[in-house]
């Protein structure tokens, strides 16, 4: 009798906190939007909050903190399945709910983004492929780019199991990938490299992925030593990345972008390893499932109530309360129709697969 592999145990184990840890990440990435990329850096917006944007200025960096929780659960994912299993599963997971969730952000532009934000027609069908830039177009909205490093870090992550490195070659593979990524990131520059291996944030996607294994079953010496040069890498990646907004006149200290790096890694192993919160699993798996569709919908939706109620409350109040809304329809959104429609496409996907795979194996 053939006996499950210790990986496939663990990939069973839940770990809770990473749903807070979540929604921490999503809330940072709200209010960073809301308080300083619409209306204090870019303009989109008729409202301003000074008083906070100092500090709030930073909070962009809960999207390379959302890639260390991703390197985590994917590594979690991938362990004990088959590539197929894992594929479909991500498919299941991303593209159903960024379907609904960009209709109706672009239902939204076409009834109350004009004149600030207009999107077309062709827009719209061209982010059916989710990253719409390869068909020259706009994304509908701006915070769709990470979903294309997330999409690039699985398909990565699928190959290294087609090839069986998941599984057996795990820390040779990140050592090349750190190694690539250093080397494209100081010497190289190269765009494709950026975009097929994503040598500009993969420190921060290893770094999730050896945390899992240093929790789980792969204990040792080299996975601390390969962790530390993830951290190191993605510090160097957040700095280097935030260059960017330094250009478009964002005032950024590299200290304080390279600590709050550093501290990423450190954040998701923390909540990874903490007890069971008291405040119930169905609540914490609601915090951490809503992330998803408040991450697609809050940009331009919430730029959008700015817009038309600027004259109508304080600032504060105004994002305070469109930070309360968005959070609570996510959670209407995750409960009525994510939920259900996550597990309607896994069970057509998985009927496709059983319906296609056989005639492929008899076609090869």
């Not at 599963?89 to 672009?106: D, E, G, N, Q, W």
């Not at 990470?146 to 290294?160: D, K, N, P, Q, R």
């Not at 899992?212 to 204990?219: A, D, E, N, P, S």
């Not at 600027?310 to 994002?319: D, F, G, Q, S």
């Amino acid at each position: 009798m053939i006996q499950p592999s210790p990986h496939t145990q663990t990939a069973t184990v839940r770990f809770e906190g990473l749903d807070l840890a979540r929604f921490a990440a999503a809330i940072l990435i709200v209010l960073y939007h809301y308080t300083f990329h619409g209306p204090g850096a870019f303009e989109l917006t008729w409202i301003s909050l000074p008083e906070v944007t100092p500090v709030t200025r930073y909070f962009y960096l809960g999207v390379p903190l959302f890639f260390v929780i991703s390197g985590f659960v994917i590594a979690r994912s991938a362990t004990g399945r088959t590539v197929p299993d894992f594929v479909l599963a991500r498919i299941a997971r991303i593209y159903p709910t960024f379907l609904v969730c960009m209709t109706i952000t672009f239902l939204s532009v076409v009834l109350f983004g004009k004149p600030q934000i207009e999107v077309s027609i062709g827009q719209w069908f061209a982010n059916w492929l989710i990253a719409a830039p390869l068909l020259k177009s706009a994304y509908v909205d701006s915070v769709y780019w990470s979903i294309v490093y997330e999409i690039t870090f699985y398909g990565l992550v699928a190959v290294l199991m087609g090839l069986g490195l998941f599984q057996r070659r795990l820390h040779e593979s990140i050592a090349l990938w750190l190694l690539i990524a250093w080397t494209n990131e100081l010497f190289v520059g190269s765009e494709w490299l950026r975009r097929l291996l994503i040598t500009n944030y993969s420190g921060f996607f290893a770094s999730g992925m050896l945390i899992y294994m240093l929790l789980t079953t792969r204990r040792e010496i080299r996975t601390v030593a390969l962790l530390a040069c993830a951290v190191a890498l993605g510090a160097f990646q957040a700095d280097a990345n935030s260059d960017w907004l330094r250009a478009h006149g964002v005032e950024l200290s590299h200290s304080v972008v390279t600590l709050l790096a550093l501290a990423a890694p450190a954040f998701v192993a923390l909540f990874a390893i903490m007890p069971r919160v008291s405040v119930g699993s169905q609540t914490v798996l609601a915090l951490g499932g809503l992330t998803y569709p408040l991450y697609l919908l809050h940009q331009t939706i919430g730029y959008e109530v700015f817009n038309h109620l600027a004259w109508h409350a304080h600032p504060a109040l105004l994002v305070a309360g469109t930070l309360v809304a968005m959070i609570a329809l996510s959670w209407v959104f995750y409960e009525t129709v994510d939920k259900p429609l996550h597990e309607a496409s896994r069970i057509r996907l998985r009927r496709l697969s059983a319906a296609l795979l056989p005639r492929a194996s008899v076609a090869g």
